[in-house]
């Protein structure tokens, strides 16, 4: 039996692919709703995921936390895929955004031909590279996720809302479900970056010829200059987005879909018929 919950939007049109999409630390498969929402408008059927921790998938045991938790998220999406892709004609497109762009690349990487693309928003990668959390960053982050819990969904919306003005209000409540249900043990412990370095990945992904599209924008965000010498240097595209935070797909959401849109047109050309129109 599946440890993971997933959201499926299916396409009303005939079906361009599928695009497994999954979400960053403390968020769910809810809080992607309206982005798989619109590419399901545009002919892909979308599985949003709960990683192990997040909305209704199992939670975190002591003994898996042992292990390298970015590893087990790995390993669990990667155990559920063949079910979850049954049918498909196409290769799927993985999806990420934050720890969850992490893990969407490693599993890219691990499927390696069998995927069609990868499309990453801003990626959790550290530089120097590392699969590990800074302690302070980690109990810091644990004990926000925890007052969070302790207050009221309306004041959790109206603390975001303050904090990220840009944020579309049709946002805020997915988001805000998300903390409520997410498992503090994980975020506590921190290590959501799996263990192969993220050059590595991307290096295998140019190798069998995956194309590789990363979104980051330019205000607290992950990936910064020096990633993206090292990024583009690994023949992936990098797309920056001026005045867009960590969250690029709530900041500019008609430009992130754009941005994706266009990359996914020339990846996955639309088919008519069975054929490449």
């Not at 299916?10 to 809810?30: D, H, K, M, Q």
């Not at 590893?71 to 993985?94: C, H, K, M, T």
């Amino acid at each position: 039996m599946s440890v993971l919950h997933r959201l499926e939007f299916n396409p009303a049109a005939p079906c361009r692919g599928t695009i497994v999409a999954i979400p960053g630390l403390a968020e769910s498969a809810a809080t992607l709703a309206i982005t798989a929402q619109h590419w399901a408008g545009n002919g892909f059927r979308v599985l949003a995921i709960d990683p192990r921790g997040h909305g209704q998938s199992s939670r975190w045991t002591a003994d898996l936390l042992k292990r390298h938790p970015g590893d087990v998220i790995v390993e669990d999406i990667l155990a559920d895929l063949n079910e979850w892709l049954s049918g498909a004609d196409q290769p799927p497109v993985l999806f990420g955004h934050s720890a969850g762009g992490s893990a969407a690349a490693a599993v890219a990487a691990r499927l390696g031909s069998r995927v069609s693309a990868v499309v990453l928003e801003d990626p959790f990668w550290r530089l120097p590279v590392t699969p590990f959390q800074d302690r302070d960053v980690a109990v810091n982050a644990a004990a926000t996720l925890r007052r969070w819990q302790a207050v009221s969904d309306a004041e959790r919306q109206a603390e975001i809302a303050e904090l990220f003005p840009r944020w579309p209000q049709d946002e805020l409540a997915a988001w805000s479900k998300a903390k409520a249900d997410m498992d503090v043990a994980l975020v506590a412990q921190g290590d959501v970056i799996p263990t192969r370095a993220w050059p590595t990945l991307l290096g295998e992904l140019a190798g069998t010829g995956v194309p590789v599209k990363i979104i980051t924008g330019t205000i607290r965000i992950g990936i910064t200059a020096s990633h993206r010498a090292i990024i583009r240097s690994l023949g992936a595209e990098v797309a920056v987005v001026p005045g867009a935070t960590h969250f690029i797909r709530r900041d500019d959401r008609q430009l992130f879909h754009a941005l994706v849109d266009s990359f996914l047109d020339a990846a996955l050309p639309q088919t008519i018929g069975g054929t490449k129109g």
